[in-house]
Nanobody
Framework: QVQLEESGGGAVQPGGSLTLTCAAP????????MAWFRQAPGKERERVGC????????YYAASVKGRFTISRDNAKNTVYLQMNSLKPEDTAIYYC?????????WGQGTQVTVSS
């Protein structure tokens, strides 16, 4: 069983920034590719991006590329989602995700609201 914990969400104005954090004590995230997803009201959950466990290679959805950055600190067993130049359409619940032995695990999510 893996329990992921997201934090760092909140309300921000367009153009602002937020950094989300994902931790999973005592589970070790170091050995796994980690992903961030989001789900806006009335929409399907979509993958924002992911970061590999091997060399830190990242992938981003076209809608966030150049604005969002995923990183990991293996010493702290933590994964981050740095979000810059936020837009109203980035408003969603953001989830951390890991797949272990074919099973996907999710956190409870953290709300991000971008509004003036």
């Amino acid at each position: 069983q893996v329990q992921l914990e997201e934090s760092g969400g909140g309300a921000v104005q367009p153009g602002g920034s937020l950094t989300l954090t994902c931790a999973a004590p005592p589970f070790t995230l170091t050995y796994y590719t980690m992903a961030w997803f989001r789900q806006a009201p009335g929409k399907e959950r979509e993958r924002v991006g992911c970061i590999s466990n091997s060399d830190g290679t990242t992938y981003y959805a076209a809608s966030v590329k150049g604005r969002f950055t995923i990183s990991r600190d293996n010493a702290k067993n933590t994964v981050y989602l740095q979000m810059n130049s936020l837009k109203p359409e980035d408003t969603a619940i953001y989830y951390c995700n890991v797949r272990k032995l074919g099973t996907a695990y999710w956190g409870q999510g953290t709300q991000v609201t971008v509004s003036s």
